[in-house]
């Protein structure tokens, strides 16, 4: 089983668009040839169709993470717009609001100027946090990360392929700056690499690019020890201790294909986390 629940009673309403109204949706939006795509040159993270991948995961926000149009978004590491240019269509530019941020500063200007620039309720900051791989002259320890956000401003929260490229002391100050920013009751929405206890990392199917190998004693795996960043696995109950210390319940935990399970719907794994009123 792919899919856990780990709430008795769901915190996540539904969204409006669910079933054939969501597919008819999405398939409006994947013909939409006005929708900006930013030269092939310059997508600087992730692999796949830009637009494809970007539908995709606004079908699991709306299915998995309960992403509503009316939303206050927070997408914590936007790159250059994968994720930001299909929620352009989907959330109320009346009520909706979406927030990208990023240490890589080319990807926030194509933003600025190509997404922001035709939708008001769309804005991208960039954070000058070093990171070896996106930033390395940044000046800001991703340890000490304080986004410039009011508490509670954020409904969702978005961290695609983004804990997969952070070292394990991150987690924690990132999953703490969230905290503060989504409003109770607010969804977080993670992927990343979880490492199960006992399953074998070189079975059939996996993709055999990630051959982790863990580093020390500690709770991360690396898939390339010359660039230890570049995919970051933990090991299974890290990123749920984390979540839990901070202030989050967990709602799902849902597996994907990239460790060999052919029927999982997702490619890297998806957490949704919820925030309590004790992270308040």
């Known amino acids: 089983m792919n899919t856990v629940a780990l709430v008795r009673e769901p915190f996540i309403q539904p969204a ?3 079933g054939e109204r969501l597919n008819d949706f999405l398939k409006v939006v994947e013909r939409n040839r006005f929708l900006p795509v930013p030269p092939r040159d310059s997508i600087f993270v992730g692999d796949g169709d830009f637009r494809t991948i970007g539908l995709e995961f606004l079908r699991y926000f709306i299915e998995i993470g309960g992403l509503r149009e009316n939303d206050r978004v927070l997408d914590v590491g936007c ?31 194509w933003c600025s100027r190509n997404i922001a620039s035709h939708y008001p309720n769309f804005r991208f900051t960039h954070i000058d946090v070093s990171h070896p791989l996106y930033n390395p002259d940044g000046c800001v320890d991703g ?8 508490a509670g401003a954020y409904d969702f929260v978005i961290m695609t392929s983004v804990v997969t490229h952070l070292p394990a002391c991150e987690i924690r100050p990132y999953f703490a700056e969230i ?27 996996r993709d055999p690019r990630l051959g982790f190998e863990r580093e020390g004693q500690g709770s991360a795996w690396h898939a390339n020890k010359e660039t230890p960043l570049a995919a970051v696995a933990f090991d ?45």
């Open 79 to 109: 790159g250059i717009g994968r994720m930001a240019v299909p929620l352009t269509q989907y959330l109320d530019p009346a009520a909706g609001e979406y927030a990208g941020v990023d240490p890589a500063a080319s990807g926030i200007e």
């Open 143 to 150: 340890s000490a990360i304080a986004l410039p956000f009011s």
């Open 16 to 18: 409006p668009l669910q």
């Open 179 to 205: 905290a503060r920013l989504l409003a109770p009751g607010g969804r977080f929405f993670i992927s990343a690499f979880v490492i199960e206890d006992g399953i074998e990392l070189d079975g059939d199917g």
């Open 236 to 280: 299974d109950g890290f990123l749920d201790r984390h979540l839990r210390a901070s202030g989050f319940e967990l709602a799902i935990k849902q597996l994907g294909r990239w460790r060999g399970k052919s029927d999982a719907p997702n490619y890297q794994d998806f957490i949704v986390a919820v925030k309590t009123a004790r992270g308040a």
